[in-house]
């Protein structure tokens, strides 16, 4: 049945507390507040209201800021060092399944070409990058790797006679289509969570930044892995 707010609850406003904090030797009081609207007319509100009250309201001494997201610049130690550990782990891995160290290597430098395009989304886009984007850098190290490894042990294992590059063209000939087919279900995947736009804190940057660099691990899996798996000619 229906229930009235007043049977079970109310809504009321009242004064809470100021917190006023000491930061760099200046005093700093935080003002939040909720904007229901897209992102680009949030940002142009929030610039719009900082410049008035640096320009108008607030007297000499005084200053208007937006916080940054800074959770990642004062954490970066530590997450980057996570990172090189997921790293780590994958080298080790592909190391023992192949017994050799140039596969691996080949392998694990495709997780930096899938940076790239990564990078790209946030460098040239107003996107924010937060924990969403931090979280596409440990889901791109495990995915990118899963083509290589792919593609990788099926060359070794075929037996034919024929070149190198011969048995290489014909193992990616067998394994483009599972390899592609797995990109297109991941970025087709992630693509319910761009509709909340960027002022989706999270899963937005998440998404936004794994498809980036899906899609660049294409070019590493098509273009860069023959050059550095392939023994040079005499």
Avoid at 12 to 39: A, M, P
């Amino acid at each position: 049945r229906k229930v009235k707010l007043s049977e079970v609850g109310g809504i009321s406003k009242k004064r809470t507390g100021i917190t006023i904090r000491k930061e760099n030797q200046s005093y700093v009081l935080s003002v939040r507040y909720d904007f229901i609207g897209s992102y680009q007319l949030s940002e142009k509100l929030k610039d719009e209201a900082i410049s008035y009250m640096n320009s108008e309201v607030l007297p000499t001494g005084y200053k208007a800021s937006y916080e940054e997201y800074r959770w990642f610049y004062e954490n970066k130690d530590r997450y980057a060092g996570l990172i090189l550990l997921v790293i780590a782990i994958i080298f080790v891995i592909c190391a023992v399944h192949f017994n050799s160290f140039r596969y691996p290597l080949a392998i694990i430098w495709m997780i930096s070409i899938s940076f790239i395009g990564l990078f790209l989304v946030f460098g040239l886009t107003d996107f924010t990058f937060d924990k969403g984007g931090f979280a596409a850098f440990v889901m791109l190290s495990g995915i990118t790797v899963n083509a290589g490894i792919y593609l990788v042990s099926a060359w070794r294992q075929s037996r034919t006679a024929s070149s190198e590059v011969r048995r290489y063209v014909k193992s990616f000939d067998r394994k483009i289509w599972p390899v592609s087919l797995t990109i297109l279900s991941t970025i087709f995947g992630l693509v319910p969570f761009l509709f909340d736009g960027p002022g989706e804190v999270f899963w937005f940057s998440f998404a936004i930044g794994t498809i980036g660099g899906m899609v660049f691990s294409v070019l590493a899996f098509v273009l860069y892995l023959p050059v550095f798996c392939l023994k040079k000619g005499k």
